[in-house]
């Protein structure tokens, strides 16, 4: 029972009188803060659970409100649990006075409402505490670090500006180019993994097929492309007929590039009997695909360059085709590298059909490489890259199927093994 005296105080604006008022009508909630400054009265309620408001604020209101006082004229009331340094929630509160008139004169002269918005705004901040607002104890915390997601973004989004920062005049474009190709093949690396999820993964591996295939698998790919009967059919890709530029780079350009990034994963991993399913084998022929798309980037990017300086193509072109040679292409290229590493990781469980199992993953990588790289400049381009990734991510899922089918065959005919 509230002893009248209490009310007496209240009613002539005493802080405590007024909280102990308050708090008699609550229940679970306590008043963490009050404060009362120019008939402005703050609350900061408390509770192990998040105090109601729906039923505090009408609560609160007709509390003071029957104090009758011209004293108070807003409340500003903050709920948060106990322990939190942050309000889950806050609602101001208008208190009708038995002066109205004096207090719309005060209004029109601009002194009251304005102060008391002035209050408010200071006085919600003061509610935040500097070390929650900016943990910096916590950013500065060495476990904090230790997360993969966290290395990753200070990785993807510093580099680029670190690589800015560390700039030379001196420095070529060719090394750029070398450093942002990496970097852009470093990510959908990442993305790939997540992907495919190989059982067998070695970052030794992972890098031999990569430097592999960019210094060793493209020099000797420029050198047999200069041989017939693959010289004729890279001479056909500049042909006007269409069906002569499809075959040229279904046969010629399809057909080799896709060996020469297959061929890491046969010289490391299927030959020395490394293999036991298909997704590892994907997995390092999309890295041996990313290790293609490298080289092939900087060298394309060089010949951008240069025909940007004699004025052969526009900065618009420049900057969209080098986008499309470091960004998209890379995937595309492990794409189809990857198709050709799981049929290779099929033939590792299908020794006795292990040739024509290979011949099937090139066709399907030649092929589409084909199509695409012939219709590049229209949308039949851009369904063929929609359809490759597709027809990946297919394969993947249905692996187990495919081991299963594999094995069953090689248990059933074991004697065509060679």
């Known amino acids: 029972m509230i002893d009248n005296n209490i009310v007496k105080l209240a009613k002539q604006g005493d802080l405590n009188a007024i909280s102990v008022l308050i708090q008699d009508n609550l229940e679970q909630e306590k008043i963490a803060k009050s404060e009362l400054k120019d008939s402005y009265l703050k609350l900061i309620l408390e509770a192990e659970q998040v105090p109601n408001q729906q039923k505090l604020v009408p609560l609160i209101q007709k509390t003071v409100t029957s104090l009758e006082t011209d004293l108070i004229t807003k409340i500003m009331l903050y709920g948060q649990k106990t322990g939190e340094s942050f309000p889950e929630w806050n609602q101001e509160l208008e208190i009708k006075t038995r002066q109205p008139q004096e207090k719309l004169s005060n209004f029109n002269r601009g002194t009251s409402t304005p102060e008391i918005n002035k209050n408010e705004f200071i006085e919600a901040l003061q509610t935040f505490e500097f070390t929650s607002v900016v943990p910096y104890q916590q950013v500065l915390n060495?476990?904090?670090?230790?997360?993969?997601?966290?290395?990753?973004?200070?990785?993807?989004?510093?580099?680029?500006?670190?690589?800015?920062?560390?700039?030379?005049?001196?420095?070529?474009?060719?090394?750029?180019?070398?450093?942002?190709?990496?970097?852009?093949a470093f990510v959908w690396g990442i993305v790939l993994y997540k992907l495919i999820k190989p059982t067998q993964f070695s970052r030794k591996l992972t890098l031999q097929c990569v430097f592999f295939t960019a210094f060793v698998g493209i020099p000797l790919l420029i050198f047999v492309q200069q041989i017939p009967p693959f010289s004729f059919l890279y001479a056909a890709i500049n042909s006007s007929n269409v069906i002569s530029k499809l075959i040229g780079y279904v046969l010629g350009v399809g057909v080799l590039e896709e060996l020469c990034k297959g061929f890491p994963i046969y010289l490391f991993l299927l030959n020395p009997g490394k293999l036991k399913e298909p997704l590892t084998s994907a997995f390092y022929g999309a890295m041996s695909g990313l290790g293609f798309a490298i080289a092939e980037g900087v060298h394309y990017s060089l010949i951008y360059a240069k025909n940007v300086s004699v004025g052969n193509l526009g900065i618009t072109d420049h900057i969209l085709l080098t986008t499309i040679r470091f960004i998209s292409l890379p995937l595309i290229h492990a794409i189809w590298a990857g198709i050709v590493g799981y049929f290779i990781g099929l033939a590792a469980i299908n020794p006795s059909r292990k040739k024509p199992i290979i011949f099937i993953g090139v066709a399907i990588s030649a092929v589409l490489h084909g199509v695409y790289n012939t219709f590049s400049n229209n949308a039949i381009g851009l369904i063929v890259m929609a359809f490759s990734i597709l027809l990946f991510v297919t394969y993947l899922r249905n692996s187990k199927e495919m081991i299963r089918e594999m094995q069953q065959f090689e248990e059933k005919f074991p004697k065509n093994s060679p």
């Not at 989004?157 to 070529?172: D, H």
């Open 142 to 184: 060495p476990d904090l670090y230790r997360s993969n997601i966290v290395r990753l973004l200070l990785f993807l989004g510093l580099f680029p500006l670190a690589i800015s920062s560390f700039y030379s005049n001196t420095s070529s474009l060719k090394d750029i180019a070398w450093i942002l190709g990496i970097y852009y």
